[in-house]
Antibody
Framework: EVQLVESGGGLIQPGGSLRLSCAVS????????MTWIRHPPGKGLEWVSV???????FYADSVKGRFTISRDRSENTLYLDLTSLTAGDTAVYYC????????WGRGTQVTVSS | DIQMTQSPSTISASIGDRVTIACRAS??????LAWYQHKPGKAPKVLIY???KLGGGVPSRFSGSGSGTEFTLTISSLQPDDFATYYC?????????FGQGTKVEV
């Protein structure tokens, strides 16, 4: 059974940083497409970042230069480092595999507020 | 960046209705389009990938069609469990944009 479990969210002040983790079992993170998607309150789904099987990484314009996606082969874990956070980054953050495989975590809440 | 535009933003429907949601890409995305169902407090669920392939465990009343810039999600006979918000998403590219969503309500 494939499971994705996000962690690392919480309440953070504007300008702060967080590291989100997505621990995966039953599926190999290292050589597969993995993505982060967020759902801000009262808004639609927003794509954040993707890492392709060969390692290419891409980011939404709204997070480019502030967020970094990475993965750890030994831990089979996907990460998202968030820096220079603003209220606009408040959302539930999900990790997911490609739509073809269709696995999602349950999400972790990030709240940016003073 | 490629923009994804969904229509309509809201659909009022009844059980048994045939429901159609449209998604338009600002430039060709071949068949790299997915459809998701999202309910409050839950993770989104993949319904369709590569424009027309049914996701795992998805009922056959859901279908997708299209290629290039015009895509459609169809629910052939709306069931009580189908009231939700639906999103299209362009993927497998440098910017994997979602449409703005279509809420299917009673």
């Amino acid at each position: 059974e494939v499971q994705l479990v996000e962690s690392g969210g919480g309440l953070i002040q504007p300008g702060g940083s967080l590291r989100l983790s997505c621990a995966v079992s039953g599926f190999t993170v290292w050589n597969n497409y993995m993505t982060w998607i967020r759902h801000p309150p009262g808004k639609g789904l927003e794509w954040v970042s993707v890492v392709f099987s060969r390692g290419d990484r891409f980011y939404a314009d709204s997070v480019k230069g502030r967020f970094t996606i990475s993965r750890d082969r030994s831990e089979n874990t996907l990460y998202l480092d968030l820096t220079s956070l603003t209220a606009g980054d408040t959302a539930v953050y999900y990790c997911a595999t490609s739509p073809g495989t269709g696995y999602w975590g349950r999400g972790t809440q990030v709240t940016v507020s003073s | 960046d490629i923009q994804m535009t969904q229509s309509p933003s809201t659909i009022s429907a009844s059980i048994g209705d045939r429901v159609t949601i449209a998604c338009r890409a600002s430039q060709s995305i071949d068949r790299w389009l997915a459809w998701y169902q999202h309910k409050p407090g839950k993770a989104p669920k993949v319904l369709i990938y590569e424009a027309s392939k049914l996701g795992g465990g998805v009922p056959s009343r859901f279908s997708g069609s299209g290629s290039g810039t015009e895509f459609t999600l169809t629910i052939s006979s709306l069931q009580p469990d189908d009231f939700a918000t639906y999103y299209c998403q362009r993927y497998n590219g440098h910017s994997e944009t979602f449409g703005q969503g279509t809420k299917v309500e009673v």
